[in-house]
């Protein structure tokens, strides 16, 4: 009946994959270096499946709840057998858990990452740092897979800090490049003032709950129906402000589009489809602590919901296409955050596996643009690439009408089911509706305008000869693309029922069927007049858009600049830091500590030398003198045995002056 | 012959005359200015004291006083072998004996 599902294997392959191409991988044939890159997320992708398979099939089967069939029930844990942590009454156990909800993310987590590892042969195919390129990778994925199947907060801020750093190591990847290695040094301290809030959040809940474990927490939750507000808001908003560092919330959000220095398939692997999310993933894993304290949920919608229109209205004016996908990535999170809001945590998730579709390709689609025109991301120098890339012009898209929320694409399923979700939530939610179709306008807008630069028109760089990537880019691109046009159609009812036993039901008590498909005919409208507009403003009348940054500077402006948010932060916490540091680095610890501490040892010496340096005449006969004088000293004082206090009074009186 | 030495000649007269030339070898140690005096101060110095051995070994019966003296005597050879050595070197060297002059060491 309960077969093993051997979790283990999930990140330790990955995690062998990283230390064989890390420590061997310069010595080893690019071919092993690839197979074993290759090899280690397909083999995690085959435990998962295999999982997912045993884990599933007896619901499909047997419906009436007899398994016929050997498989295991959710949610299935596995324990470290040895005690990990055992602290007074503190008692922590390295526990994976497979539930509903790491089973969607795994599948995400180890199937978009193995598309990914294949495209990224192709995409890195000529760097100098292959190997150690996919080392990282490998180690992304181990960590990302521990994060995914933690059992409790501690093995998840284990998998939370493994991603970080290994975010921080790929953006920084081309680290001879200045601002590549800035990017992952912003990436990672941003992502530390988040990680300060988790760490808070979880010595609360071992303060509060005396435990890590998920499970545990929401038991005890649940024996206390009345328990709301108070401590456990406290804890909400800590591991908000965690996921809000990790997913790039509002006020968090500066690091992610500075994440674009890393190479192309990263930025669709970790920022865009996998690690970005880990913020929701954490809301929706801790949601009974937000389904206790109203307020905490209403700040993660209301943060999620600003953020998705501030970034996308950056995005409308951003030239370099890796940026506007940024922007985008960080709008389409704050979409996840707001659903989470709404306790609509089915449809985030939902949204986080069709967003992980479409945004991956998008972002894997751009990278096969940037490659056949030689490196280049700025908008304006693209153009007319339609006919030289027919594949990645198709797959993106494919995968623009999917972000667009076009029906029957996998946006507009999970996109809509947020939208509904908030739309049932009172006035306040038909506020953050009202927000959310706007943000879904400017996102089709830009989205288009992304569309219409790169491909439609003619080349804005005639003497560029593109050309279509290899076959190891265009797998994964067709796969993707397919999955983004049909990955919505599980269906959000169904899959709210399939995360039910994790996430909880979603509330549409107070919805009807004819409501939805009226809100999703509005969508669909808004995101039609999206596409109009760009169309209107980037092919029937190219001059427009530049008419209108002229007649509004200040507005536009504003925009470029990405409301000079990094200028503000610059000025207000960077500057003053640095200036705090540089202070104490040169004024404390170097001039004062090591210049003092070098000052004082020299005039030590000095003085003791200058004392010492008397006796050292050179002059024989002194040396003889006193050497007579000592010996006839000792004789005196042996022979008279008063001459001691005497020669010690005499020597206190002369000041021991023995010269 | 020996009862007849104990009685006539106390032992203090054996020390005194011991110190007296250790003293006058000090003394000349100090003082002089020629490398060669000032060598012969050293064995003036060596010899006052073999003496005070030699009349402990009497006064005591114990052989080892006289024992000390060989050593003395025989370091002293080798001192004076080398020491002259020196000072022919350093004369060579320097065309001076003047120990005062003899100050490259010096700072």
Known sequence: ?659 | MSSYFAQEVPLSWYLLLSAALFSLGVVGFLIKRNLITVFMSIELMLNGVNLSFVTFAQQWHAVKGQIFVFFVMMVAAAEAAVGLAIIIAVFRARATLAVDRIDLMKL
Request: charged share 10%; net charge positive.
């Open chain 1, 1 to 659: 009946m309960n077969a093993y599902l051997h979790l283990w294997l999930i990140p330790l392959l990955p995690f062998a994959g990283f230390l064989i191409n890390g420590i061997l991988g310069r010595r080893l044939p690019k071919w092993l270096v690839t197979a074993i890159a290759l090899l280690a997320p397909l083999a995690a992708f085959g435990v998962v499946l295999n999982a997912s398979v045993l884990g599933l099939l007896p619901l499909f089967v047997d419906p009436t709840g007899i398994p016929s069939l050997p498989g295991v029930s959710l949610p299935y844990i596995e324990t470290c057998p040895l005690p990990w942590i055992n602290a007074g009454m503190l008692h922590i156990n390295f526990s994976f858990v497979l539930d509903q909800l790491s089973l969607v993310m795994l599948l995400v987590v180890t199937g978009v990452g193995f598309l990914i590892h294949v495209y990224s042969v192709g995409y890195m195919g000529d760097d100098k740092g292959y190997a150690r390129y996919f080392s990282y990778l490998n180690l992304f994925l181990f960590f990302m897979t521990v994060l995914v199947l933690a059992g409790n907060a501690l093995v998840m801020f284990i998998g939370w800090e493994g991603v970080g750093l290994a975010s921080y190591l790929l953006i920084g990847f081309w680290f001879q490049k200045k601002s590549a290695a800035d990017a992952g040094k912003k990436a990672f301290i941003v992502n530390r003032i988040g990680d300060f809030g988790f760490l808070i959040g979880m010595f609360l809940l071992i303060a509060n709950f005396g435990t890590l474990t998920f499970t545990d927490i929401a038991a005890k939750l649940g024996q206390d129906p009345g328990w709301n507000g108070g401590v456990v808001t406290v804890i909400a908003l800590c591991l908000m402000l965690g996921a809000a560092g990790k997913s790039a919330q509002l006020p968090l959000y500066i690091w992610l589009p500075d994440a674009m220095e890393g190479p192309t398939p990263v930025s669709a692997l970790i920022h865009a489809a996998t690690m970005v999310t880990a913020g929701v993933y954490m809301v929706a894993r801790t949601h009974v602590l937000f389904d206790h304290s109203p307020f905490a949920l209403s700040v993660v919608a209301i943060i999620g919901a600003a953020t998705a229109i501030f970034a996308a209205t950056i995005a409308l004016v951003q030239n370099d296409i890796k940026r506007v996908l940024a922007y985008s990535t960080i709008s389409q999170l704050g979409y996840m955050f707001l659903g989470c809001g709404v306790a609509a945590y089915s449809a985030a998730i939902f949204h986080l596996m069709t967003h992980a579709f479409f945004k991956a390709l998008l972002f894997m689609a751009a990278g096969s643009v940037i490659h056949a025109i030689g490196g280049e991301q700025d908008l304006r120098k693209m153009g007319g690439l339609r006919k030289k890339l027919p594949v990645t012009f198709w797959t993106m898209t494919a995968a623009v009408l999917a972000i667009a929320g076009f029906f029957p694409f996998a946006g507009f399923f999970s996109k809509d089911a947020i939208l509904y979700a908030a739309f049932l939530q009172g006035t306040s939610g038909k506020i953050l509706w009202f927000f959310g179709v706007l943000t879904a306008l400017l996102t089709s807008f830009y989205m288009f305008r992304l569309w219409y630069l790169t491909f439609m028109g003619e080349s804005r760089s005639p003497d560029v000869h593109p050309h279509e990537s290899p076959w190891s880019m265009r797998g994964p691109l067709i796969i993707l693309a397919l999955l983004s046009v049909g990955g919505g159609w599980i269906g959000m009812e169904r899959f709210g029922d399939f995360l039910a036993p994790s996430v909880g039901v979603l509330p549409t008590e107070t919805g009807s069927a004819r409501l939805e498909i009226l809100l999703s005919i509005v969508a669909v409208l808004v995101a039609l007049e999206g596409w109009l507009i760009a169309d209107k403003l980037y092919r029937r009348k190219p001059a427009r858009p530049a008419q209108w940054a002229a007649a509004l500077p200040g507005g536009y402006k504003l925009l470029a600049n990405k409301y000079f948010v990094d200028e503000f932060y610059g000025a207000v916490v960077v500057k003053p830091l640095l200036g705090f540091s540089k202070f104490v680095l040169e004024w404390v610890v170097d001039f004062g500590i090591l210049g003092g501490a070098a000052w004082l040892l020299g005039g030590i010496a000095t003085f003791t030398g200058a004392i010492l340096q008397r006796w050292q005449s050179g002059n024989l006969r002194s040396y003889a003198a006193w050497l007579a004088a000592g010996a006839a000293a000792v004789l005196l004082f042996l022979l008279v045995p008063w001459a001691t206090v005497l020669a010690s009074l005499s020597a206190i009186h002369l000041g021991m002056a023995g010269h």
